[in-house]
């Protein structure tokens, strides 16, 4: 996983509230046996109009000039802004994969679902809590000026505005420290395998039928 | 002693060690399936690492398999791919798999219960956010992605917060032809697609506790579609009788021990929960979600929004993008919305009970018209087999429904089940999000009985209009 200690980008404002995994990733996609390559379908229904299937002629395909990303001026967007519960739905990793294959590094939102939320600490995505009402100064900041970026400085839990003033988030101290050092947690959890096995052991002692 | 509630029992009784509120978490029963499983078995290969405890394991291909015949394969290579991954990946770790042909292949939420294998207690996850159905049997069991599969697969643990509990209670007795599905969609028509986020929901009250395993699943089914990733229904004689006799399942002496602790697995009265939201049974009415988000829903007797009426300017856009979606004029009975298609099916309502309510609406009758297409999907090989015996599938073909074989199928629509663009359907799924069932699908959301019923009138008609 790549380790996020400080980062600057362009933001991209998706102005939807109740972004969906599905609409993140549609299902056709998910027949796919690995991790990466998801990227280029990215909000697919939304940013092209056709139908898109897996192995397609990306550069045959229409895109939708109304959506946000296929907007000249968020081409180069690494950072995404969104209204609330953000990634709600299906579990699908692909999500979080499509998201940080497509460039993003972190998303802004007012709140994220769960399962979401866990996912994207696990794929180096830094999914970022702020108030509504800041969210919505953000949204009206990026309209307002073309190449609008913010450094998102995950040592010091700050988002940067091009002003330099500083808006704080809070994040927890395990996901961080992971995030950081661009840690896989199941070798951390095997480091304690020992305290597994003891616990097993009392466990089937306590709960002999599910031996 | 301290009081708690169900859920810090079951999370408490499963703490491998807590390190500043983190916590690594024993995972009992691990349910996969081929779509968001293959990564994971691939991160273990390239690691060397062996599956902690294969017994734990239970497998079966349903997102993707075909639901008509089945003896020509997958013709979808992708798909077959993926289904051949998971054969190849159980083989391999030597676990245990209904495969697409066996007779208990299934829905992975349905097959659980129905093995024996979701047991009272027990923590479960699945890399699937509907896992939350099986803490209809007093276990906590939460959706997962993939990396944590792959973790679970490992160590046999989960790294996790706790949760803040949620007390739905529904009180009183429900009306003639309410379902758990009215019950569900309610509740998030009431508290919003993220007023359960953060939260484990405990359903309590009379109502639930009058409601049938397959009910009390439909409803911690569509915890999810509320924020919540678990949902609970504490144990009573219903669940244990549900459980015995099921092939997983203990017997004898085990089953005497077990049962012992399973009592205990409620909340203790005066137990406090972090947020309590009160619904009344016999206020609720049939619901029929009329937008792209399964909040976005109203009674049968309602009428979609008019977005002028809605003050906040983000909310009324939300309004104005679902009917636009959804090809519906503000202020429209939603009686008066005619359907394309029909589908039954799904971990939320493909169970026997639910194939039973759908055919005692439709006996003797015969779908309208202007429906193009109705699918009656059983949620698994033994629930088809079982519905045969009683005849329900007679029914469902004679009123002119497809009678299919189990999985998934148009809830999500990766197989070749699926709705055309612009084509509206009476869906007893879970998700009515864009393009859901297909790229410009319009789903609406209700019960079995109300599915059935459009079917038979074309449009959605009030269940407890008909005999």
Known sequence: ?211 | MQVKTLYEKLFESHIVREDAGTYLIYIDRHLVHEVTSPQAFEGLRINHRPVWRSKSILAVPDHNVPTTDRSLGISDPISKIQVEKLDENCKHFGLTQFPMNDNRQGIVHVIGPEQGSTLPGMTIVCGDSHTSTHGAFGALAIGIGTSEVEHVLATQCLILKKFKTFEVRVDGTLNRGITAKDIALALIGKIGTAGGTGHAIEFTGESIRSLSMEGRMTLCNMAIEAGARAGMVAVDDVTISYIKDRPFSPKGEELEKAKVYWKTLHSDKDAQFDKTVILNGNEILPQVTWGTSPEMVVSIDGMTPDPQQENDLSKRKSIEDALAYMGLAPNLPVCEIHIDKIFIGSCTNSRIEDLREAAHVLKGKKIAKNIKLALAVPGSGLVKIQAEKEGLDKIFIEAGFEWREPGCSMCLAMNADRLNPGERCASTSNRNFEGRQGQGGRTHLVSPSMAAAASVYGHFVDIRTLN
């Open chain 1, 1 to 211: 996983m790549k380790p996020f200690i400080s980062y600057t980008g362009i933001v991209a404002p998706l102005d939807r509230a109740n972004v969906d995994t599905d609409a993140i990733i549609p299902k056709q996609f998910l027949k796919s046996i690995k991790k990466t390559g998801f990227g280029p379908h990215l909000f697919d229904e939304w940013r092209y109009l056709d139908h898109g299937e897996s192995g397609m002629d990306m550069a045959q395909r229409k895109k939708n000039p109304e959506f946000v990303l296929n907007h000249p001026r968020y081409e180069k967007a690494t950072i995404l802004i969104a209204r609330e519960n953000f990634g709600c739905g299906s579990s699908r990793e692909h999500a979080p994969w499509a998201i940080e294959d497509y460039g993003f590094r972190a998303i802004l939102a007012p709140s994220f679902a769960d399962i979401f939320f866990s996912n994207c600490f696990k794929n180096g995505l830094l999914p970022i809590v702020l108030p509504a009402e800041t969210i919505d100064d953000l949204f009206k900041a990026i309209n307002k000026q073309e190449g609008y970026s913010l450094t998102i400085d995950l040592e010091n839990q700050s988002v940067i505005l091009p002003s330099n003033n500083k808006i704080n988030f809070q994040v927890d101290a395990f996901r961080k420290h992971c995030l950081v050092n661009g840690l896989d947690d199941i070798g951390l959890t095997m480091q304690h395998s020992e305290t597994i096995k003891a616990f097993e052991k009392s466990y089937y002692q306590k709960n002999s039928w599910l031996l």
